[in-house]
């Protein structure tokens, strides 16, 4: 701060003043505008820093849908829609499942297939939520044997909605059900136990997926399990860690096994984007999916059913794993956009147009 000199007179002590406020206030301006670029500086590094870890999209929905006008004035009314239209999903799946429901039903009378009837009927209320909230396609059917057992190795997202989606699809349109190999504690989690059995769920071991497999019973897995789902993110990298149980089996049943990958997965459901080595030390000391899940977006999904991987002599498990994954990596590569967006697979259902199954 520059000092007043001492007056000699006063025209010189006049001048002296004028000179010292002045000075003053171009240094208070250097100071003003050094510490504004040092703000703008301080806040252009922190949201570099979050884009790294936020998706500023779904953070910006996520602010609209939470504010308190849209929440009075729309979210609210929209209860009474949302009651209209689920009246209309029922009318849908009435009108367009009737008759495959009729002869599911006619089979449990006559055949005594208990599960049959009911899991058509929860079948046709995924597929027509699969059809309107996320204008689900299912590719490569015909990639499908048309007989024997085969594997279907699916990409786990945060929640697996997609393989919902292709379980249902497949039992429609193949008469087919897809026997799952799910994680252990979902037989612990209160109300899953019925599905799990309807839709013949088992936790597998090689020895007893081998035996299904040979039956000529088709599996639906994921390698990467629970720590796929919890730790992938919209990169899309393949998490599987060391598994091998599916490729032992294979070998042993001597059955193919076909990579299934569904676009934008990680965009409708996304695991909570920090935290990532308290949630890695939850899940080392418990194998539980601890990290909160969130989303429900309504982003285009498509599943692509890869070309089956048949068994070589002389294969190791090894090698039927690298080769299994190197054919999901390249199913993601040529399908999915890296890094994955909420908006774009929002606007993926209006700018694709592929022909479905």
């Not at 040092?38 to 949201?47: E, G, Q, V, W």
């Not at 059955?255 to 890695?280: M, Q």
Request: net charge neutral; proline share 6%; charged share 20%.
């Amino acid at each position: 701060m520059p000092t007043i000199p001492k007056p000699v007179h006063d025209d010189l002590y006049e001048e002296n003043v004028t000179a010292w406020m002045m000075a003053t206030q171009e240094k208070i301006l250097s100071d003003t505008e050094s510490m504004c670029q040092l703000f703008m500086n301080t806040t252009k590094a922190a949201l570099d820093w979050v884009s790294q870890y936020v998706d500023l999209d779904y953070m910006m929905w996520i602010k609209w849908l939470m504010s308190p006008i849209i929440i009075t004035f729309v979210i609210l009314p929209c209860v009474i829609l949302l009651l209209i239209y689920v009246s209309s999903l029922f009318l849908y799946i009435y009108k367009a499942h009737r008759k495959r429901l009729i002869k599911r039903l006619a089979t449990y009378v006559e055949h005594g297939d208990f599960w049959l009837g009911g899991c058509t009927i929860v079948a046709t209320l995924w597929d027509a939520h699969a059809w309107l909230w996320h204008g689900y396609e299912l590719h490569g059917l015909e990639n499908l044997p048309t007989s024997g057992g085969f594997i279907l190795l699916y990409y786990h997202g945060a929640i697996p909605l997609d393989y919902y989606y292709l379980v249902g699809r497949v039992l429609l349109l193949k008469d087919t059900m897809i026997h799952s190999v799910v994680d252990k504690f979902l037989f612990k989690v209160p109300g899953m136990k019925i599905i799990l059995e309807a839709f013949s769920c088992t936790p597998g071991t090689v020895d007893t997926c081998a035996e299904q497999l040979s039956e000529g019973k088709i599996l639906g897995l994921a390698p990467g399990g629970v720590y796929e789902a919890q730790f992938g993110d919209n990169q899309y990298k393949v998490l599987w860690r060391e598994r091998l149980g599916f490729a032992r089996a294979a070998l042993k049943a001597d059955v193919p096994i076909l990579p299934v990958f569904t676009e934008n997965i990680r965009e409708a459901f996304r695991v909570l984007p920090f935290g990532n080595k308290l949630f890695y030390w939850l899940f080392l000391k418990t194998r539980l999916p601890l990290r909160p899940v969130f989303g429900g977006f309504p982003v285009k999904l498509r599943t692509h059913i890869g070309e089956p991987i048949y068994p070589e002599p002389d294969m190791t498990p090894e090698m039927m794993r690298d080769k299994c994954k190197e054919s999901m990596e390249k199913i993601i590569a040529e399908h999915q956009r890296i890094p994955g967006g909420v908006l774009r697979g929002i606007f993926d259902r209006f700018l694709k147009k592929n022909k479905s199954q």
